[in-house]
């Protein structure tokens, strides 16, 4: 799969499961992992679970199963790792305190909520 098939998924999947402020950052660039990384925000620690979830059944569903995905027993983040893609859905606590973004400190490729 295309890594902009892969990003086509992630996002629709994350915006079917109702997840918020979604972005996608490119970090081919500053990484040696990862070409992609795709944060979203999830309600609770449910949603979070549910949506990490639904992203890796998508990917199930499509033939690319994930190369694993992280989470604890009540999860404030989810972590689903598609190789070349990332996804980190978090609640809102967890991203505010983590702030990928910045850490990145790169402007994201795209928003849903444009």
């Known amino acids: 799969m ?13 915006e079917d499961s109702k997840a918020r402020d979604i972005q ?5 660039g500053v990484s040696s992992f990862a ?3 795709v944060v979203a925000t999830g309600t609770s620690t449910t ?6 979830n639904a992203v890796a059944q998508a990917f199930k569903d499509a033939g690319f199963p994930p190369l694993g995905v992280e989470a604890g027993p009540q999860p404030d983040w989810v972590l689903v790792d598609l190789g070349d893609a990332i ?3 978090m609640t809102e606590a967890a991203r505010a305190h983590y702030a ?7 402007k994201s490729t795209a928003n849903s909520e444009e």
């Open 47 to 52: 949603h979070v679970r549910s949506t990490g």
């Open 2 to 14: 295309e890594l902009e098939e892969k990003q086509n998924l992630i996002v629709e999947t994350l």
């Open 24 to 28: 996608v950052i490119d970090v081919a």
């Open 35 to 37: 070409d992609l990384m």
């Open 87 to 89: 996804v980190h859905v």
């Open 100 to 106: 990928l973004e910045k850490l990145w400190d790169i």
